[in-house]
């Protein structure tokens, strides 16, 4: 089990490709692909991070029905050719770092918020998780993949 740090993230800029299935892996995939064949007919003048972006629980909302945009950060000028920007607002947040193949990473997620339940000083916040993808799935194998998780919490 990894351990969890509280963390403040700055405020962002990220263009994205939104899932048209949810946080179901067939949508994800399909996200991550169009992103993946935006960036290699524009590669940013600028060194970005790749960002997944859930917007909803997934306790209360359908798996299909669920916000998930692949994405990447930019400065500068906004992005042709996207399904749209976000404006991320940066703030407090539990940090979890996985490693491992992107098909565990629910367990991942499980485990995060075990932790943050466990800890009396924090709490979950209604707002966007970001999970940060490290290293390039194509060239890396799928058990030395690193992903930090981002969720929002709150000090109590």
């Known amino acids: 089990m990894s351990a969890i740090k509280i963390v403040e993230l700055p405020p962002q800029k990220a263009a994205y490709?939104?899932?048209t299935k949810g946080y179901e892996q067939?949508?994800?995939h399909g996200a991550f692909?169009?992103?993946?064949?935006?960036l290699s007919k524009n590669p940013p003048?600028?060194?970005?991070?790749?960002?997944?972006?859930?917007w909803d629980?997934?306790?209360?909302t359908p798996l299909d029905k669920c916000r998930y945009d692949a994405a990447f950060t930019f400065t500068g000028e906004t992005p042709a050719g996207t399904d749209g920007t976000h404006e991320l607002p940066g703030g407090t947040f539990?940090?979890?770092?996985?490693?491992?193949?992107?098909?565990?990473m629910g367990e991942a997620f499980k485990e995060a918020h075990q932790l943050i339940a466990e800890d009396t000083t924090i709490k979950l916040r209604s707002d966007v998780c970001i999970d940060?993808?490290?290293?390039?799935?194509?060239?890396?194998?799928p058990e030395e993949?690193?992903?930090?998780?981002?969720?929002?919490?709150?000090?109590?």
């Open 17 to 19: 490709f939104r899932s």
């Open 26 to 28: 067939e949508g994800i």
């Open 33 to 38: 692909d169009r992103l993946n064949k935006h």
């Open 45 to 54: 003048g600028e060194s970005l991070e790749v960002l997944g972006l859930g």
């Open 57 to 60: 629980d997934p306790e209360s």
């Open 94 to 104: 539990a940090h979890y770092r996985y490693v491992g193949p992107y098909d565990k």
């Open 132 to 141: 940060n993808y490290r290293n390039d799935p194509a060239s890396t194998p």
């Open 145 to 156: 993949l690193i992903t930090d998780i981002y969720l929002p919490v709150k000090k109590v």
